[in-house]
């Protein structure tokens, strides 16, 4: 228990070192990407290894680096199989980190979909005793607005050719991304934008599509919780 301790907390105390160099090195006045690593992926779907920080998403970085440390120190002795929930808090911030640096919605989305099996497993298997319904009412409803994302951004990827988050800002902040028409509809852009709201509201969540959020934090042991409403919400 010892071993994994200080291996979890040495892994955390990288990170936090790694975000706040970032931090250092960023420039606020610059209103611009920066640090931004690409490298082709999967160039027939579009997917790039992608990944830049803004004023935006610096925030997040430094939220993600200081609070899983806080976790894992937090973290209950007495907890069963503490190997694997090191582990998975590990993986979660990984992905989170993925998802709030990920400039190409292939890298992003899946980064976004990945946190949700480390979260379903933490709530499934150090849950209280409703765990099991809650889980797996999380994971679906989740996965159901994630789907929906996905349909709106497929949608969007046939009419502009690229899953590239800047580009796809600069066409839509110029009223260029040409939406309507697709698929024969002459107003699918409202469509298009409705299974966004839908999925995005889903994994907020906003009301009346909240439903699966009181069971999971009700759930959730604390340390869990705190990752779930300080930094999956987010």
Same mark, same amino acid.
């Given at each position: 228990?010892?071993?994994?301790?200080?291996?979890?907390?040495?892994?955390?105390?990288?990170?936090?070192?790694?975000?706040?160099?970032?931090?250092?090195?960023?420039?606020?006045?610059?209103?611009?990407?920066?640090?931004?690593?690409?490298?082709?992926?999967?160039?027939?779907?579009?997917?790039?290894?992608?990944?830049?920080?803004?004023?935006?998403?610096?925030?997040?970085?430094?939220?993600?680096?200081?609070?899983?440390?806080?976790?894992?120190?937090?973290?209950?002795?007495?907890?069963?199989?503490?190997?694997?929930?090191?582990? %998975? $808090?590990?993986? *979660?911030?990984?992905?989170? +980190?993925? @998802?709030? /640096?990920?400039?190409?919605?292939?890298?992003?989305? !899946?980064?976004?979909?990945?946190?949700?099996?480390?979260?379903?497993?933490?709530?499934?298997?150090?849950?209280?005793?409703?765990?099991?319904?809650?889980?797996?009412?999380?994971?679906?409803?989740?996965?159901?607005?994630?789907?929906?994302?996905?349909?709106?951004?497929?949608?969007?990827?046939?009419?502009?050719?690229?899953?590239?988050?800047?580009?796809?800002?600069?066409?839509?902040?110029?009223?260029?991304?040409?939406?309507?028409?697709?698929?024969?509809?002459?107003?699918?852009?409202? %469509? $298009?934008?409705? *299974?966004?709201?839908?999925? +995005?509201? @889903?994994? /907020?969540?906003?009301?009346?599509?909240?439903?699966? !959020?009181?069971?999971?934090?009700?759930?959730?042991?604390?340390?869990?919780?705190?990752?779930?409403?300080?930094?999956?919400?987010?």
């Amino acid at each position: 228990a010892r071993a994994v301790r200080a291996l979890s907390i040495g892994s955390c105390l990288a990170a936090l070192g790694a975000a706040l160099t970032v931090a250092w090195r960023f420039e606020p006045s610059a209103g611009r990407l920066q640090l931004a690593e690409r490298t082709a992926w999967i160039p027939p779907l579009g997917a790039e290894y992608h990944l830049a920080v803004d004023g935006f998403s610096i925030g997040f970085v430094l939220l993600t680096a200081v609070l899983v440390p806080l976790v894992v120190l937090g973290l209950d002795p007495q907890l069963r199989r503490e190997r694997g929930l090191v582990a %998975l $808090i590990l993986a *979660l911030q990984g992905m989170l +980190f993925g @998802v709030f /640096l990920a400039q190409n919605f292939f890298l992003w989305f !899946l980064c976004y979909e990945l946190t949700l099996i480390p979260a379903y497993l933490l709530i499934r298997l150090w849950g209280g005793p409703g765990r099991a319904p809650a889980s797996l009412q999380f994971f679906l409803t989740t996965q159901l607005g994630g789907l929906a994302i996905l349909i709106g951004f497929l949608a969007v990827h046939h009419v502009t050719g690229t899953f590239d988050l800047p580009t796809l800002a600069r066409l839509g902040s110029t009223g260029r991304l040409g939406l309507d028409g697709f698929a024969g509809l002459p107003d699918a852009a409202p %469509l $298009i934008f409705g *299974l966004l709201v839908f999925g +995005f509201a @889903v994994k /907020l969540p906003l009301l009346p599509v909240h439903t699966w !959020l009181p069971p999971a934090y009700a759930e959730a042991p604390a340390p869990v919780t705190m990752l779930l409403t300080g930094l999956l919400s987010k």
